[in-house]
C-alpha cells in the first residue's frame, strides 16, 4: 500500500495521508466484501437455474438467445462501486465522471495487449488499484478546482488523468518519457475529450528548464524513491506549491 506523501517548497518532508489512511481502507474493505457477496448470489442464482433445467436442456434458457456482454456493461458495477468508495474519502464523482473513468478503464484494457501500461487489467482492480489510489491525491490538500498540475512519469495516467478526471477545472501537464505511452495518453484526452490537458514526450529533466516554478501542485506515483521523485517535482513548483508522491513502503 502506498504512502501519500505532501511536501512544500523549502519545507521539511511530512506524511499527509496518516488521517485519511484508515477510511481509505476501509473503503477498499467494503468493496471487496461487496464483491464477496454478489458472487455469492450470482453463484446460487445459477445453481438454481441449472435445477429447473430438464436433463436435454443444458443451453440457453427458453426464448432467449445468448449474447456478448458489452465491456461497459461489464465494467458498470465496478465503477458504481468506486463513486461510492470515492464519497468516503471526500471525493465526489457524478454519474458523467463516473462513464468517463469506466470508458478510460476499456481503453487502457485494450492497448495494454499490445503496449506494456500496466499490470492492473481487470475493471474492478482499474477502479480501485488506479483510479481510487489516485484520487487520494484530493484528500491531502485543499484543493480551488483551477490548480495547474504536473504529473512526472503519467505512464498509464495515474494519478495526472484521473485527477483532472476528478477535478475538471484543472490544468494537467502529463510527462511521459516513452513514446507509446505518451501516445496512448493523447488517445485517451482525445476520446474522452478533455479539456486543460497537455501531454509531454520528454524527461522531466529537460522540462524542468522550461517550466520551472509553474505550477501549484506537481505528483509522482511509482517512478523511484521518495529521495528521487522530489529532485523531479521541486522545480517545476512555485513557492507555496504542493509536491504530492505516493511513496511504496
Known amino acids: 500500500m502506498a504512502e501519500r506523501v505532501a511536501i512544500g517548497p523549502r519545507h521539511g518532508v511530512a506524511d499527509a495521508h496518516r488521517g485519511r489512511r484508515r477510511d481509505e481502507r476501509r473503503a477498499l474493505d467494503v468493496h471487496r466484501a461487496r ?5 455469492q448470489r450470482q453463484r446460487e442464482q445459477s445453481a438454481r437455474d441449472h435445477k429447473g433445467r430438464s436433463p436435454d436442456d443444458h443451453g440457453a434458457p427458453h426464448g432467449h438467445t445468448l449474447r456478448p456482454v458489452p465491456s461497459s456493461e461489464i465494467a458498470a458495477g465496478p465503477f458504481e462501486a468506486l463513486a461510492r468508495d470515492a464519497a468516503r474519502i ?4 457524478d454519474a458523467a465522471t463516473v462513464a468517463l473513468c469506466a470508458r478510460y478503464a476499456d481503453l487502457l484494457i485494450e492497448r495494454n495487449t499490445s ?6 487489467t481487470t475493471p474492478a482492480d482499474i477502479a480501485t488499484k488506479h483510479f481510487l489510489d489516485s484520487f487520494t491525491a484530493i484528500a491531502v ?6 490548480e495547474r498540475m504536473i504529473d512526472i512519469g503519467s505512464g498509464a495516467g495515474f494519478p495526472g488523468l484521473a485527477l483532472q478526471l476528478a477535478l475538471p477545472g484543472t490544468q494537467v501537464t502529463l510527462v ?20 486543460g490537458v497537455e501531454v509531454r514526450n520528454e524527461r522531466a529533466e529537460a522540462l524542468a528548464h522550461t517550466r520551472r516554478e509553474r505550477y501549484d501542485v ?11 521523485i522530489v529532485e523531479y517535482l521541486l522545480p517545476f513548483l512555485r513557492v507555496g506549491g504542493d509536491a504530492i508522491a505516493w511513496k511504496g513502503r
Open 90 to 93: 471526500g471525493v465526489r464523482l
Open 141 to 146: 490538500r485543499t484543493w480551488t478546482g483551477r
Open 176 to 195: 511521459e518519457s516513452m513514446g507509446k505511452k505518451a501516445r496512448f495518453l493523447e488517445e485517451v484526452t482525445s476520446t474522452l475529450a478533455l479539456d
Open 218 to 228: 506537481a505528483t509522482a506515483r511509482a517512478v523511484g524513491t521518495l529521495g528521487a
Open 115 to 120: 503496449v506494456n501500461l500496466t499490470a492492473i
Open 35 to 39: 464483491g464477496g457477496k454478489r458472487d
